[in-house]
């Protein structure tokens, strides 16, 4: 079967840098996204992965294992704006994306 | 401002009543799709289209249909809903079909069945 993991929950601090992890096993692997989704509202891209390696947009980052079949998003300078869901999503071989059930993360001041 | 547009917001709805559910967007997309997401559960496609005209059953299609007949709108019906059907649901576009572009969500539709 196809699965995606990725912590339930976490918590961090205003101003700190955390990092949140996704495992997938797929049939097949045609890139990796994360999303970004507050509480009560729609999910919004946030990064793509397809290579090995890290993107960086602003005060996040995206790295990509293939091998591995390992990806974290890294968010930096860390906003109460910050708190909502995090989405790990897989385009497996059939180009179907695959969704993980999301990490919630907690900012506190 | 460019989007997707999910009608209604949220709806109580007996169970064994007929419901669509509307979507709209303006972007231009040719690939549009439904999802439903439950607590504790990561999205979960009921079906998709990769262009107006022809549509495609997603992991959890059964008792949902849905129709296409123009690039703009992708509404999805609910034959006779079912308690189990209670669920957020988002509809969501992207440029093509298959590939590496984004999706754009609209803001969801709350149903519950009773």
């Known amino acids: 079967g196809q699965n995606i993991d990725q912590p339930t929950e976490m918590t961090a601090t205003e101003g700190a840098i955390v990092q949140i992890n996704c495992t997938y096993q797929?049939?097949?692997?045609?890139?990796l996204f994360w999303y970004q989704q507050h509480a009560g509202e729609a999910p919004t891209f946030l990064s793509y992965n397809v290579l090995d390696g890290l993107e960086e947009k602003g005060r996040f980052s995206s790295f990509l294992s293939r091998s591995k079949g390992y990806s974290y998003l890294l968010l930096k300078e860390l906003q109460m704006k910050d708190s909502a869901s995090y989405l790990c999503a897989v385009l497996d071989s059939n180009y179907q994306l695959i969704w993980g059930a999301g990490t919630k993360l907690i900012i506190k001041p | 401002i460019a989007g997707i547009t999910q009608a209604p917001t949220s709806q109580i709805l007996a169970a064994g009543r007929r419901m669509t559910l509307r979507c709209t967007q303006d972007?231009?997309?040719?690939?549009m799709y439904w999802y439903r997401q439950d607590l504790g559960l990561g999205l979960r496609l009921i079906h998709y289209s990769n262009t107006a005209g022809t549509t495609g059953k997603g992991e959890v299609p059964d008792g949902y249909s849905v129709s296409r007949a123009n690039t703009d709108d992708f509404p999805l019906t609910l034959a006779s809903a079912v308690p189990s059907q209670t669920s957020v649901y988002f509809c969501?576009?992207?440029?093509?079909?298959?590939?590496?572009?984004?999706?754009?969500f609209g803001d969801g539709t709350r149903l519950s069945i009773l």
């Open positions: 972007m231009r997309h040719n690939a």
């Open positions: 969501a576009s992207s440029e093509s079909g298959g590939g590496n572009q984004p999706q754009h």
């Open positions: 797929t049939s097949g692997f045609n890139g």
